[in-house]
Every structure is written in C-alpha cells, then in structure tokens.
C-alpha cells in the first residue's frame, strides 16, 4: 500500500505563487509517473500536470507556462509550484501517483487526500 500526503495549500491572492508537496510513503518497487489533478466545485476532475522518474513533463494546456512540476527521486516526493494564479485556478488539488509492487507485477494508481487551492482578493 502507498500513502500520499499533500501540503502547501491555501488562500493566494490572483497573481500569487504557491507551491504543493506530496509526500509518498509505502513499498513499492517503481512509482512512475507522479502528478495533480485538480477539481472545482461543480466540475470534473481535471489533469493538471504530471511527471516521469526521468522528469519528462506534461500540462494541462490551461496552467502551461504557470505551473512547474518537479520531483525528488530520492524522497517520492513531487511538487507543484502554482504561479501568476487566477481565480478558476480554484480547486482541490490531488496528488496521484502510479505504482508497481514488483518489477512484473501491474500498476496501481493511488491518490492523495486532496488540498484546496482558494485564489480570491
């Protein structure tokens, strides 16, 4: 089983910056990749950006250029730094993270309790 824990949420002004963590914990024997996604009230979760082991990137074309993913390998830790924010940029952010148990073995996907992201004046 793996644990992801985020952190880093709040309330920012538009224009802000903030940056997510999400701690990963557990066995396993790969977690590839990592990412957020993200859901406001009355709408459906989003993908907001994920990440490889060899850090190759993906954005939802909506926060491209805003937002910057990045990971720690070493800690299982990926993070998303949120800037020049706007006030549909509101939502819970979820940290994901695709996982095998063992070198043959299938992928599970495992997400985090969520962090709400509040951009308001």
């Known amino acids: 089983q793996v644990q992801l824990v985020e952190s880093g949420g709040g309330l920012v002004q538009p224009g802000g910056s903030l940056r997510l963590s999400c701690a990963s914990s557990g066995s396993f024997f790969s977690i590839d990749p990592m990412g957020w996604y993200r859901q406001a009230p009355g709408k459906e979760r989003e993908l907001v950006a994920t990440i490889t082991s060899g850090r190759n990137t993906n954005y939802a074309d909506s926060v491209k250029g805003r937002f910057t993913i990045s990971r720690d390998n070493d800690k299982n830790t990926v993070y998303l730094r949120l800037n020049s924010v706007k006030p549909e940029d509101t939502a819970v952010y979820y940290c994901?993270?695709?996982?095998?148990?063992?070198?043959?073995?299938?992928?599970?996907?495992?997400w985090g309790q969520g962090t709400q992201v509040t951009v308001a004046s």
């Open positions: 994901y993270a695709e996982t095998r148990a063992t070198r043959d073995s299938g992928v599970d996907r495992f």
